[in-house]
């Protein structure tokens, strides 16, 4: 036991207290608690502002591009999983704590002439929540479900008039969350915008939590109890936190609207505040502030139509290289937490097999004649996305990291803004010719996409796959 080094940690999930202190054995992260920073330059060399896994919805391809389906197959089923689309704030959770400490800083005359600004502009953000009930799906998120809808039966038009004349059902499942449910019914409206003729075809939503919102079932009690006491997790996701140029980039950031007295206050654990409907304080330190202030710019964009005829002004607050930083660390905690996390263990994203067995399963039906719907439509959740992705290893989520290196630029192609941006979507289109042979193909965003790398396509670079070659690459 003589090798086994003690850090010392901030556990800063939602599982544990703020600003909690513990020193525990962390074998073999060595090398990840001596790596004190990810060089910024790898993160972005322009002034873009960076918003993760909090990006409104941008289709990432056209159907203009997409390839050319080949000769003698017709498209027979579509299937879809989507994230729900942009939103309010799930909770008063980072708007509350933002406007407290704020008003400490009012009372001890530590605000910024800049600063002066930002009470009234977190409550203008509050009130916004509260019409629109926290948690809600935004004006912004409910156009981005209708447009996916619309493109969805405009590129499968073929697909849904057959079902029209041969009255085929469309199945619609979500996870039992209102935001999710509100997203499928946009989504829905888009495809009747497109095909009214679809209307009585489609199923009233019926709730799957096992496996749209397994995260949270039961049966994944062990996923729950590691990401909450895994030391080795803990650790690495306080060590994103915790690293210098956190610290450097939280301290900017704050002195942008408070005195340094008043950072130094922070940064020293001087300060606690009591959060929504608990009756102890939390302290929070400097990074632990100014990641309650960042996401109230990480959510104002889905939020722009509520903001009224004055925009949200969250920018001013934040800088593009400051964002860029502090997505890369929250985008590791969601790597770790929900992603493909460390090599060596499949424990975040496992849970995920049940809708990827279902996946299957339907095109199982197709291929025996049991399913004879026209489609499935799921909608969900980051938290299902993410995992869902893992699990498939699909572009972006192919491969966990070593222990060793961890979550960084370098060492990870995972970003939040491609894997699980607002109403982030993955489809597969399957074809069938007279033989009854079955082809799938796959679309990540809109974006045509391969299959894990041991699947191999019909040709070359295509992105048509034989479903006897998925089920056998996927080991169904």
Not at 295 to 303: E, S
Request: glycine residues 6%; hydrophobic residues 35%; neutral net charge.
């Amino acid at each position: 036991m003589a090798n086994i080094k003690r850090y010392k940690i901030t556990l800063i999930s939602k599982g544990f207290p703020l600003n909690t202190r513990a020193f525990i054995p962390v074998i073999g992260m060595l090398a990840l608690a001596g790596c004190s920073s990810v060089n910024t330059t790898s993160i972005a060399s322009t002034d873009t502002y960076v918003y993760g896994t909090k990006s409104v919805y941008v289709p990432q391809d056209s159907v203009n591009n997409y390839s050319t389906v080949p000769a003698s197959y017709i498209l027979v089923y579509t299937e879809l999983v989507a994230r729900h689309g942009s939103r309010a704030l799930s909770s008063p959770k980072y708007d509350d704590i933002s406007l407290k400490i704020w008003q400490a800083a009012k009372e001890q005359n530590a605000l910024t002439p800049l600063g002066e600004h930002l009470g009234a502009e977190i409550e203008r953000l509050m009130a916004a929540n509260v019409k629109m009930g926290y948690g809600n799906l935004s004006k912004l998120g409910n156009q981005e479900q209708i447009q996916i809808g619309e493109r969805m039966a405009q590129r499968n038009a073929s697909l849904l008039n057959q079902a029209v004349q041969n009255q085929q059902q469309i199945a619609f499942e979500y996870s039992g969350q209102d935001r999710a449910r509100d997203s499928g019914l946009a989504f829905i409206q888009g495809l009747e915008n497109v095909n009214p003729a679809l209307a009585p075809l489609i199923s009233k939503p019926v709730k799957n939590k096992a496996q749209l919102y397994f995260h949270k079932q039961s049966n994944n009690k062990d996923y729950q109890d590691y990401v909450k006491e895994n030391p080795q997790l803990r650790a690495a996701v306080d060590h994103l936190f915790d690293q210098p140029k956190s610290h450097q980039v939280a301290r900017e950031m704050l002195e942008r609207v408070y005195s340094p007295a008043f950072v130094d206050q922070l940064a020293e654990g001087k300060l606690s505040f009591i959060k929504v409907g608990k009756k102890k304080p939390t302290v929070y330190n400097d990074v632990e502030a100014a990641i309650q202030l960042f996401n109230l710019y990480l959510i104002a964009p889905g939020l722009a139509d509520e903001a009224g005829a004055q925009p949200w002004n969250f920018t001013q607050f934040v800088t593009p290289k400051e964002s860029q930083w502090l997505s890369y660390v929250l985008d590791g905690e969601d790597y770790y937490e929900k992603g493909p996390s460390f090599a060596d263990t499949n424990i975040t994203y496992k849970m995920a097999s049940a809708l990827e067995d279902d996946f299957f399963n339907e095109i199982k039906g197709v291929q025996d004649g049991t399913n004879t719907k026209a489609a499935k439509i799921r909608f969900a959740h980051a938290e299902t996305i993410i995992p869902f992705a893992a699990q498939m290893q699909l572009k972006g989520s192919e491969t966990g990291v070593s222990r060793d290196t961890g979550y960084t630029l370098q060492t990870s192609p995972w970003r939040g803004g491609w894997v699980s941006p607002y109403s982030a979507n993955i489809q597969w289109d399957v074809y069938r010719n007279q033989a009854g042979s079955l082809l799938v193909k796959m679309l990540y965003n809109e974006k045509e996409i391969a299959f894990k790398d041991s699947c191999k396509p019909i040709s070359t670079g295509s992105y048509f796959y034989q479903f006897s070659e998925l089920t056998r690459c996927y080991g169904k």
